[in-house]
């Protein structure tokens, strides 16, 4: 009775690195040349399997940085000139808004009015007081 490669002898086989013995009981052993056979049949169905495999992936990356730039909306390829026309409408509606070459006189009348409030020595409310402390 004779003993067959086991699966590590059947693997050095399919890597081209089989042992004397091991390369002696292949040419011996018809089982042994037919299972390696098999081995090597499903390795390179598996070998095909994976090509397959990532040739679809990479083709299904290519499509998929492809589509972008085919499918963008016009608003998302206009991004620029939107904001662009946003801030101008903003801009505009300000100055209309405030009355345009009015806004600096507005400006010059608040800071009269409060430099009028902080200069005064006693605040409005005690203003009658003042005037009944000054009278005597």
Request: aromatic share 4%.
């Amino acid at each position: 009775m004779t003993t067959h490669l086991c699966s590590e002898q059947l693997s050095d086989c399919v890597l081209g690195e089989p042992s004397p013995d091991a390369r002696q009981h292949l040419e011996d052993c018809p089982a042994c040349r037919a299972e390696l056979a098999n081995f090597r049949e499903a390795l390179g169905e598996f070998r095909g399997a994976v090509r397959c495999w990532s040739e679809n992936q990479a083709q299904a990356a290519l499509a998929i940085h492809a589509r972008p730039s085919e499918s963008r909306s016009w608003i998302a390829s206009h991004q620029l000139a939107l904001a662009l026309l946003l801030a101008a409408v903003c801009i505009l509606t300000s100055i209309v808004w405030h009355g345009g070459e009015n806004a600096p006189a507005g400006d010059v009348v608040l800071l009269n009015q409060v430099d009028a409030q902080v200069s005064r020595s006693v605040p409005l409310s005690m203003e009658p007081l003042m005037k009944l402390v000054a009278q005597e």
